[in-house]
């Protein structure tokens, strides 16, 4: 998650109090306060709509093969992320697969 000052774009000089709801976040670099809501959102869409799905964590096992070592659950928004989850939803049981899947180095099986 990205959390970045509104008024001046700070990414790393913030404090945060939590307050039940809510975390109210102050910018070191400009002074700056406001009020961080804990709802999970959509970050480019603002939708509360989301599903929470198992992301596969891959590894490189022997030679060039991948396995699954684990999950993560993350949320997907039913909008904007409505191909991922019907993709998600059509190989159940199954955790959806990283867009990333590691590489191997060419030099790594020679």
């Not at 306060?33 to 603002?46: E, I, K, Q, V, Y």
Request: charged share 25%; net charge negative.
């Amino acid at each position: 998650m990205d959390i970045r000052c509104p008024s001046c774009g700070e990414t790393d000089d913030l404090r945060g109090y939590r307050h039940d709801d809510r975390i109210d976040v102050t910018c070191g670099s400009c002074g700056a306060s406001w009020a961080r809501d804990l709802s999970p959102h959509c970050d480019r869409c603002g939708s509360t709509a989301l599903q929470a799905v198992h992301l596969a964590i891959l590894e490189k096992s022997r030679g060039t093969q991948l396995s699954v070592v684990g999950t993560r659950v993350i949320d997907l928004c039913e909008t904007c992320d409505s191909e991922t989850l019907g993709r998600y939803y059509a190989n159940l049981p199954n955790p959806l697969m990283p867009d990333e899947i590691p590489t191997f180095d060419s030099e790594e099986h020679r």
